[in-house]
């Protein structure tokens, strides 16, 4: 592999944008962890919902900042 590359003579790959803000949803690959993503499904399957929808809830979750980590749960206790 080289290891200088001239950024300057890149070129964008024509084709449709990666983000369709008028979608409902897009569909992504995504490299998850073997042990995470068994966690992921058998807790989805306890809450008898498919493990992309817990996902996904999951991220919404935490974009919006409606996730609280255990650490800070303690810290809020505590104080």
């Known amino acids: 592999m080289r290891k200088n590359y001239d950024?300057?003579?890149?070129?964008?790959k024509?084709?449709?944008p990666k983000v369709d803000p008028e979608?409902?949803?897009?569909?992504i690959?995504?490299?998850i962890d073997a042990n995470n993503l068994a966690e992921i499904k058998n807790e989805a399957e306890r809450l008898g919902m498919p493990y992309q929808t817990l996902m996904n809830s999951?991220?919404?979750r935490y974009i919006h900042g409606e996730l609280i980590?255990?650490?800070?749960?303690?810290?809020?206790k505590l104080g």
């Open 69 to 76: 980590d255990k650490k800070d749960l303690k810290l809020l």
């Open 7 to 12: 950024l300057k003579t890149l070129k964008k």
């Open 14 to 16: 024509p084709g449709k």
């Open 29 to 31: 690959s995504l490299k």
């Open 58 to 60: 999951i991220l919404h």
């Open 23 to 27: 979608a409902t949803r897009t569909m």
